[in-house]
């Protein structure tokens, strides 16, 4: 597991954090969605990082904009889209209507994953 996120089935959504800071951690702000400008990645930092490093950064910066929209599935949906390259996710940060889209797409796969039988 990655510092910094929560596992799997603990956290978000489960009583931990709805709606309050946890305790030693500063309150969730909505991160602005708008603009080239808002990415906050700077590209040639990323480069200077080893593959672990760029992951956690990338995937705390997902996690911040994708507990907006969905805060119950926040930590699996951010686990989903850091499969992809990290230009892909460079540019899912710098487009806020494609990282919409992407979410759409692994709320899709939750819910059918959550529908099937075990």
Request: net charge neutral.
């Amino acid at each position: 597991r990655s510092p910094g996120f929560p596992q799997q089935g603990m956290g978000m959504g489960m009583g931990m954090g709805m709606g309050r800071p946890m305790p030693g951690r500063p309150a969730p702000m909505p991160m602005p969605r708008s603009g080239p400008q808002q990415l906050d990645v700077d590209p040639a930092r990323l480069a200077t990082m080893n593959e672990e490093a760029q992951k956690n950064l990338l995937g705390e910066k997902l996690f911040a904009r994708i507990q907006v929209a969905e805060p119950s599935h926040a930590a699996k949906i951010t686990g989903m889209l850091l499969e992809m390259d990290n230009a892909e996710i460079l540019n899912l940060l710098d487009s806020p209507g494609l990282l919409q889209q992407k979410v759409a797409e692994a709320m899709a796969v939750l819910r059918q994953h959550m529908s099937q039988p075990v």
